[in-house]
């Protein structure tokens, strides 16, 4: 099964700084469509998660546009150009491309300094 | 965009069966890939299971291969969970979630508001 693995596990951020967090996948993302299938998600407190970006850096419907995903290859990038207090929560990356199994992350908390 | 409800989550000693439901209402059922996405207390998130939209074929988490059995009724618009053979380790909240796309690849864009599942002796 391909590994996800997020980083930092933990990130403070200050209301209006921006903020990244990693993703690294054990192998390549690129299926054979062409497609690179790398989804952020995120969850906030006592909530079900959301999805915010899907294949690499397309914002799902309503997302504001301070989040924006990056990447290629194993190596990707959610970022926040601005965090704002409704951003806190733990997301998640989700690979899809080497599918079954769909596999997520450990999680990454942001929280307000 | 839709909205998903489960039902059927409780507590149970090791060994028992469940099954859980989801109710689906404002898209159409029929057309979209399915799935049961679970979260252990304190815990990331853990992909189940997933079922094609048309033909039904199924697919599952090792973890689960054996004891659960997932499908759907498109005449009900309902997705369906059954737990066999029940672990601690099943201990979870359990969501239901909806396919963006006509692929799983690109991830879930409706999530239901998910069911506890709690094993214990």
């Known amino acids: 099964d391909v590994v996800m693995t997020q980083s930092p596990l933990s990130l403070p951020v200050t209301l209006g700084q921006p903020a990244s967090i990693s993703c690294r996948s054990s192998?390549?993302?690129?299926?054979?469509?062409?497609?690179?299938?790398l989804n952020w998600f995120q969850q906030r407190p006592g909530q079900s998660p959301r999805r915010l970006i899907y294949k690499v850096s397309n914002r799902d419907s309503g997302v504001p546009d301070r989040f924006s995903g990056s990447g290629s290859g194993t190596d990707f990038t959610l970022k926040i150009s601005r965090v704002e207090a409704e951003d806190v929560g733990v997301y998640y990356c989700?690979?899809?491309?080497?599918?079954?199994?769909?596999?997520f992350g450990q999680g990454t908390r942001l929280e307000i300094k | 965009e839709g909205q998903l409800l489960e039902s059927g989550g409780g507590l149970l000693q090791p060994g028992g069966s469940l099954r859980l439901s989801c109710a689906a209402s404002?898209?159409?059922?029929?057309?979209?890939?399915m799935t049961w996405v679970r979260q252990a207390p304190g815990k990331g998130l853990e992909w189940v299971s997933g079922i094609t939209a048309s033909d039904g074929r199924t697919y599952y988490a090792d973890s689960v291969k054996g004891r659960f059995t997932i499908s759907r009724d498109n005449s009900k618009n309902t997705l369906y969970l059954q737990m066999n053979s029940l672990r601690a380790e099943d201990t979870a909240v359990y969501y239901c979630?909806?396919?963006?796309?006509?692929?799983?690849?690109?991830?879930?864009?409706?999530w239901g508001q998910g069911t506890t599942v709690t094993v214990s002796s």
């Open positions: 192998q390549s993302l690129v299926y054979s469509d062409g497609n690179t299938y």
């Open positions: 989700m690979q899809g491309t080497h599918w079954p199994p769909i596999t």
């Open positions: 404002g898209f159409t059922f029929s057309n979209y890939p």
């Open positions: 979630a909806k396919v963006g796309m006509a692929t799983i690849r690109e991830g879930m864009d409706v």
